[in-house]
Structures are given as structure tokens and as C-alpha cells.
């Protein structure tokens, strides 16, 4: 069986058609019309998919989508999001896909999608019990066990960067609240607060410039990601103290960009494991961030009915 | 159908016969002999149990029981315990009670059956997804997603006292750990921080002491309960914002103990939830302790296999 998989993010449109043991048959990307609402992104997704469909000599049972943003499991629409996507609470992906595509359509947030594929053909393939922490600009995750991704109520569930955390304390989050992980731990949690502490230091442009500034010994930039690198690892610890999984695999951007924090934050965790759970392994992600397509594809063939 | 329901604690053993809609038709309770092992243990369990068996007019088709300490679920010993009872570590559970009892068995932890019955027949009745918070000696819980309870790959899910929180920074967790959620908010925790700060005041023997002196006015007990009350308060709301579920329903005896810190602790977390999450509500549990014992019964009966 063959799926068509659409990945929507921030800055582009990934679509594949997928066969059910995960191999891509065919697949194109294009840039996102992020400014120019949803209306404008749902047609470019699907002008995309139809020209692999068109070219595609094989029947196609139905699409799976993994999008950027909170996604209803009842409606399919887009419940929640941040402003990387112009105008994209609300929107109707279910809908807006199979009227412009006229097929089945099942839609995931495109962290849940990515953590499908992982479990199914990444580092979590062979255990039961996956849990998956996405490290970049937001923190989130999923836990996929028994290959069933665990959506929760609103499609919510994986929140891990709205997790409190010590080195959080009194901070702003951006959800509104304070105190959770994501204040601290984040792509642009990182460079703000190191930012701040530098003061009239060296142009600080993007994360990647402090994981370079702490390499050359820069004290601020180093204290800085010590703290996050320690509330990931805290953070960690107690998840997999609250949901015991089989593994725990650590993805996004973060994850791999420097191989000695990423150690420092595997440390962290270890440190607060609970002895029952203490032999669970953390491992870093095996697939791109392409595969929220792969993985969207794969749980639209999985038929899985969470509604 | 009828199963045999078996709660093993600290203190004492519920054994019951329950119908397959939670009705229990009879039921004794006898003191755990806890210091005499778990042989004798097993041993009181069961004589107990069969005086249930030898009088009712009904076929009892298998037995659930719910122990305290971590089970595991493939093999149905129990893998971790506290010292509550001796020589507990180790113990065949399921074997021990089928080779004396001659009826199909299946174990789980206490603290996951008290949420079994809770989500059939108490708070959580009519919800598909209920996260269950136990606060008392320990802090611990469990999440029922679509009537199956969710124990992890070595039966352990449900630690949320080995979450990290901020009011816990530093300091030493029973487990072994440290910054858990349970080293400030568990009840002997209340306890000896309250003892540690009023040095010479007045005698302090149990929990229930210090939210008397918190009610009388004592800072010293105020300030312990607030923190406590905080810690609990924001790692519900990282709970929530991590797993979505319909609803969290509070168990255990620091969940009565005082109306208005409960509120304090329900407060806590509606500060601390996302907002796509914010409307979930934060309930008493319905059902008493002794509801384990109704839970393992319907867990048995529920024929759910999850190894």
C-alpha cells in the first residue's frame, strides 16, 4: 500500500508517496508560503502532491499530514500554533486537503508524525515503548508505544518543553506561563539569555554562534548552555521517571549540535533516573526532520482510529 | 463475571469478590503480617481470599491483584519496593497466588489499580483519558487511556513524584535522587521539613500535625505547605501540558487533608497549564483506598494483555 505524506513547517512543504514498509517512492519539496495564510499553503501543499500523484504509476490510498501547530484529533484543524504560519489556528486540514486532493485524509502534529517514523524506522525500531524528545526552536516530543502515537485529548500530548524545571524558576516561557523548560532550553531561549548576559560581547546572530562562543571559552556562553543542558537532562530524568519507556531517543536541531553538550545532558538525566528505570538508553535520533513526512504517510496507512 | 480482588499494603490485605460493573459481593480485610515476609505474606493473602472462594455461590472466573512496590509486568514479581514490607523484593506474585489459589492471575501496582477502579466507577467514569495523582507517603499516579492502564515497559509509569521541580532544588529524594517533586510534597517530606524548622517548637508526630499548626497560625508550617502545595501545583501542570488527558483526579490522604491547600495546589497548576490544555479539570478522587482491590479485580476481568 502507498500513502502520500505531507509534511507542512515554517519555511517549506515536503511531500512523498510512501509504501508501507517506509521506502519513498517518489518526493518533491517547495518553500512555504508562510505569509501568505492558509488558504495559500493548503494550495501549494496540494498543487505539490498532485504532481506526484499524477506521475505516480500506483494507486494511492490516502494522505497523512504532519503540520507545524496543535492539531485537533477529532476535526483535524488546527487548534493551536505559533505565528510561523501566517493565519493557521483554525484551519481546516482535513477538510481543505481532501476537498482540493479528493482523499481519505488523516492529519498529525509534525512532531508526532516524525516520532512515528522514528519508532518505526529510526532508533526506535524494535522497541515497544519509544519516547521522543525534539530539542530546536520549541521543545517538544511524543511517546509512541505499541505503534500507537499518544495524541492526548486535543492532540496535545508531548508538551516536554511545559515541563518545570529548577533552572527555570521565575523565568517567562513563551507559552505565557513561567518556570517551564522551554524558558531555558530552547534554540532561542539560548541565545536570548546568553545574549543578555554578554551585554556589549561579541554579535550573537543565531544558537549555533554561542555553541562556537563556548567551544573558544566564552564563560557567559558556556554557564548558559551548562543551565540548559542541565534542565534538559533533569527534564528527561523525569519523564522517563513518570512514563518508563523502552528508550528515549533525543532529536531537532539541538540535539546534534554539539556532540560533548548533548553527552552533558544524557549525564543530567542519568542523574536523575530512578533505580527501576535507570538502564532506560537515550539515544540521539537516526531520520531527518524529513521524516514527519515519512511518518505521516506511514500512520495514514496504519489506519490507527484515535478519534 | 466475577473476579476475586486482591489489595496487598503495608498495613493490611483487602481481598473481595467483584462483579464485572464493580459490585462487590463480599469482602474481608485482615492486617498484613509485614514483618513476617513474603511467604506469609502470600500466605495470609490467600487463606483469606479462599474464605471468600469457599462461600460464594458463584464461579470465579480469575484473580487481579493490586501490591504495593513496582510490578513487573512480564513476569508478575515485584521488581521494586520500599521497606514497608519485608523481603518483599523478589516475590512470584502471580505464581505464588496461582499455585495456592489454583485460579488465573494477574498483578499489578497498587497505585495503578486504585486508577483502574477510579476511571471505571469514580471520578474519572465517562472520561477516555484520566490521570490519576496519589499524594500521600509517596507521590505517584498512573494514566487510563481508554480503560487501559498505563504501566511502562518495567511496570514503573507513574513515578510524577521523581519529576523535578524548582521548590526541590538540591535536596535529597528517597530514591536516592535529588530536586524531586516527592522531597518536598510527599507527607513524611511536609513533615520533617516542618520538624527542621521550628527546632525546638512543638511537637510534630504526624502530617496532620503540621496543617494544624499551619491552621493555628504557625509560619514555620505555613511556609512548608505553601512550598509543598507549589511543587505539587506545578508538576500537575507540567503533567497536563505533557500528556492532555481529559482530566486529573487527586487521590491519596494529602488530597483531603485540607480543603484550602488543595485549592492552593489546583491554583498552582492552572498557573503553570498551556493554554490548549487550560480547560482540563482537576477533581477529587470518589473512590477510598480500599478501591485497589475493586480495581485489580476489574483489571483481571477486563482480560487486557499487555506484555
Redesign the interface.
Known amino acids: 500500500m502507498i500513502a502520500l505524506g505531507i509534511d507542512i513547517g515554517g519555511t517549506k512543504i515536503a511531500a512523498g508517496l510512501v509504501r508501507s514498509d517506509g521506502r519513498i517512492l517518489d518526493r518533491t519539496t517547495v518553500p512555504t508560503p508562510a505569509r501568505e495564510g492558509s488558504s495559500a499553503i493548503l494550495d501549494v501543499a496540494c498543487t505539490t502532491a498532485e504532481s506526484l500523484l499524477d506521475r505516480s504509476p500506483d494507486r494511492v490510498v490516502g494522505c497523512g499530514i504532519g503540520s507545524a501547530g ?1 492539531i485537533d484529533p477529532d476535526s483535524g484543524t488546527v ?2 500554533a505559533t505565528s510561523s504560519l501566517a493565519d493557521w489556528v483554525g484551519t481546516d486540514l482535513r477538510g481543505g486537503v481532501r476537498r482540493r486532493l479528493g482523499l481519505p485524509v488523516r492529519v498529525l502534529n509534525d512532531v508526532h508524525a516524525h516520532a512515528v517514523a522514528e519508532a518505526r524506522l529510526g532508533a526506535g525500531a524494535g522497541a ?2 519509544m519516547l521522543l524528545l525534539a530539542l530546536g526552536t520549541g521543545i517538544g516530543g511524543a511517546l509512541v ?1 505499541a505503534g500507537r502515537v ?11 518543553g ?5 533552572e ?2 521565575g523565568l517567562p516561557c513563551p ?6 523548560l522551554e524558558a531555558v532550553a530552547s534554540g532561542p531561549a539560548i541565545l536570548a539569555r546568553c545574549r543578555d548576559r554578554l551585554g556589549d560581547g561579541p554579535e550573537l546572530t543565531d544558537t549555533r554562534d554561542v555553541f562556537a562562543a563556548a567551544a573558544a571559552g566564552d564563560i557567559a556562553a558556556r554557564t548558559v548552555l551548562d543551565e540548559a543542558a542541565t534542565a534538559i537532562g ?2 528527561t ?3 522517563i ?6 528508550l528515549v531517543v533525543l532529536a531537532g536541531g539541538l540535539a546534534f549540535a554539539d556532540r560533548s553538550w548533548t553527552d552533558r545532558i544524557v549525564d543530567q538525566a542519568r ?7 535507570e538502564q ?1 538508553p537515550i539515544v540521539p535520533s537516526q531520520l531527518d526532520v524529513g521524516s514527519a513526512m515519512v511518518g505521516a504517510a506511514l500512520w495514514c496507512l496504519s489506519g490507527e482510529e484515535v478519534q
Chains 1, 2 share one sequence.
Open positions: 496543535v487548534s493551536s515497544n515503548r508505544d499518544d495524541r492526548g485529548r486535543h492532540g496535545a500530548a508531548g508538551h516536554f511545559h515541563l518545570p524545571v529548577a527555570a524558576a507559552c505565557g506561563r513561567s518556570g517551564h533533569a527534564a530524568a523525569g519523564l521517571n513518570a512514563l518508563d519507556p523502552d542523574s536523575g533516573m530512578i533505580p527501576v528505570v532506560c
